[in-house]
């Protein structure tokens, strides 16, 4: 469970931290997790920043990894520890600089976050070893880490337009190669009016003042 403030707060102190890497407006960044809360925080840090969201499929096989990065130019990646161990395999050849690593407990309380991130690891032993080479122009820091650094510097706002570049969504890939598709920002703003208009009939009927939650069943990834 995550606050519009708390979004709001830790996507300034993300976007911040990615600005201070020296990432330039428009620049590629990859997110590779399944639906967490980390994921809202992850884009709307990235798209505070000025920079471009390009979302992976958290089980794509090192070749599809390494395409999808290297095609897109993606030069940072937020990923889930979980899938690490892939990254780690093609990272050498692609253009990703800076990783930030997620861990599934991140943003929950002080207690439930380090009793997941126990179990996640070394219960259910769903975290592969990986290791990601630190130096040569690449820094490897954690999610929280990031946040913490992030906090003591200013998120520059970035001179946007409704056409620039937003998402570059890529295709499945069942008839070949995976392709990026643009999502300019006015894309995005088109469709989230589209599902405001076809929820305001059930919007219309909610008691004054009652917040609707919706459930995302779908992969963020993927839509």
């Not at 940072?76 to 690593?101: C, G, P, Q, R, S």
């Amino acid at each position: 469970r995550i606050s519009f403030r708390e979004i709001d707060r830790l996507s300034e102190q993300l976007g911040a931290w990615l600005q201070a890497q020296g990432l330039k407006q428009g620049d590629r960044v990859a997110i590779m997790m399944p639906n967490l809360l980390q994921y809202g925080v992850a884009i709307a840090a990235i798209l505070r920043a000025g920079f471009v969201v390009v979302n992976v499929n958290p089980l794509y096989t090192p070749r599809e990894l390494q395409h999808q990065l290297k095609d897109s130019g993606a030069r940072a990646i937020i990923v889930l520890e979980n899938f690490a161990h892939t990254l780690a395999e093609v990272i050498d050849a692609t253009e990703v600089h800076h990783v930030v690593l997620a861990s599934m407990g991140d943003l929950l309380n002080w207690w439930k976050g380090p009793l997941i991130n126990f179990a996640v690891r070394h219960v259910k032993k769903l975290v592969p070893e990986f290791r990601l080479r630190v130096g040569e122009g690449r820094t490897v820091v954690r999610f929280n880490e990031a946040l913490g650094h992030g906090e003591r510097l200013h998120l520059k706002k970035p001179a946007l337009g409704p056409d620039d570049v937003a998402f570059l969504q890529y295709t499945g890939g069942t008839t070949g190669l995976s392709k990026g598709a643009t999502l300019l920002h006015r894309n995005v703003v088109a469709n989230i009016l589209q599902v405001e208009a076809w929820f305001q009939p059930m919007l219309a009927k909610l008691p004054q003042g009652m917040q609707l939650t919706n459930v995302c069943a779908l992969p963020l990834y993927h839509i």
